[in-house]
């Protein structure tokens, strides 16, 4: 199945909204896990974390991509500069970093490789703007939780290496671009 990939921007923040409010999407958290917030704001209310991630986009700063089936969204995936983000416990040493957060993909694409899709896609998306290292932060399978944010054997496969560990479950893994 051929899938195309856009930025999230002003022009596409209709489908982020679109697929984020679909039933069983991820309207929850709004991707603000990772994210900082205004003090004004409630991470525990839908609309602030809505609100907090669409002032980011008509700020002009890159959230993420998403999935295209024919014109439909299917897919999320958060990259972005890791400065824009909370502290993930990456890799200080290195200059030039986006983080590759998560991912959400619906149910009835799931199992077809769209993850690795969609991580390329976000690699490219972070080397088009200037990145010179991706890392991500996945978990093993048998993890009870953070699988939002990928696994490392997927990773692995795509050339990321693995950095360390950030907390008990999630691991710190690059990609030199």
């Known amino acids: ?11 596409t923040w209709e ?5 984020f409010e679909a039933k069983g999407g991820p309207h929850f958290c709004w991707c603000m896990v990772w994210r900082p917030m205004a003090p004004e704001l409630s991470r525990s209310k839908k609309a602030d974390k809505k ?5 980011s986009v ?17 897919a999320w995936c ?18 030039g ?3 590759l957060v998560c991912f959400f993909i619906k149910r009835a694409y799931r199992g077809r490789g769209l993850t690795a ?9 972070a080397r088009e703007n200037g990145a010179r290292y991706v890392e991500a932060y996945p978990v093993t399978p048998d993890s009870p939780s953070y699988r939002f944010m990928g696994y490392t054997r997927t990773f692995q496969r795509l050339g990321f290496e693995l950095r360390g560990k950030a907390g008990l479950r999630r691991n710190v893994m690059t990609l030199k671009l």
Not at 58 to 74: F, H, M, Q, R, T
Not at 117 to 125: F, G, M, P, Q
């Open 1 to 11: 199945m051929d899938f195309t990939y856009r930025p999230v921007d002003t022009n």
């Open 15 to 19: 489908d982020l909204e679109r697929f």
């Open 51 to 55: 609100a907090a991630l669409k002032s």
């Open 58 to 74: 008509n700020c002009g700063e890159p959230v993420g991509i998403l999935a295209y089936s024919d014109s439909e969204p299917v």
């Open 78 to 95: 958060s990259i972005a500069p890791r400065s824009s983000y909370r502290d993930l416990s990456g890799d200080p040493s290195l200059d």
């Open 97 to 99: 970093v986006w983080s």
């Open 117 to 125: 899709k969609l991580i390329a896609a976000a690699v490219n998306y």
